[in-house]
């Protein structure tokens, strides 16, 4: 998958800005809002906030991460991860959703910004490419994750993909 220059740079600039240099980073991606509601059909079913917490508890240990790199649309995790890890977490700017109570697919929603859809795949575009250049990764399946697996080109130091079976 290639990607104009601009977006590239953008990119690349953000993972410059967050990653301390020298220390070793885990990429982990939550999946949650219209994933959790709608269970969609043949889709990987995805763990609860609380279950990521403590396999990252336990990675962290395992392979002496210094930081966790956390993709996800949700603001409550962020914050539940910020309170568990104080001062370890690093997250893009960006807009994410509150409580998620929308009956439809988080696509769907926009946010009142100028230029909101390709803001959202832009903030979309640089979680996924982020995540690919992390040292470590811990996620469920999903499209960006599989998509960071294959950028990351098998760079990854090692991974854990949680597999909780698929929605029915």
């Known amino acids: 998958m290639k990607i104009n220059k601009i977006t590239t740079d953008y990119v690349h600039a953000r993972a410059r800005e967050l990653f301390p240099e020298g220390k070793l980073i885990l990429g982990v991606s939550s999946r949650g809002t219209?994933?959790?509601r709608l269970r969609p059909y043949g889709h990987?079913?995805?763990?609860?906030?609380?279950?990521l917490i403590e396999l990252v508890?336990?990675?962290?240990?395992?392979?002496?991460?210094?930081?966790?790199?956390l993709a996800t649309e949700e603001i409550e995790v962020v914050e539940e991860f910020k309170n568990v890890f104080p001062g370890r977490i690093l997250v893009t700017e960006g807009l994410r959703h509150g409580k998620y109570d929308y009956e439809?697919?988080?696509?769907e929603l926009r946010f009142?910004?100028?230029?909101?859809?390709?803001?959202?795949?832009?903030?979309?575009?640089?979680?996924?490419?982020?995540?690919?250049?992390?040292?470590?990764?811990l996620s469920a399946r999903s499209g960006s994750v599989e998509a960071a697996i294959l950028l990351n080109e098998g760079r990854y130091k090692d991974m854990h993909i949680i597999d909780l079976g698929m929605y029915s």
């Open 57 to 69: 508890i336990e990675k962290i240990a395992e392979w002496n991460i210094d930081y966790v790199y």
């Open 44 to 51: 990987p079913v995805q763990p609860t906030t609380e279950e």
């Open 104 to 107: 439809g697919w988080v696509t």
């Open 112 to 137: 009142n910004r100028d230029n909101d859809r390709y803001l959202q795949g832009l903030e979309y575009l640089t979680d996924m490419y982020i995540l690919a250049k992390c040292d470590y990764l």
């Open 34 to 36: 219209d994933y959790i």
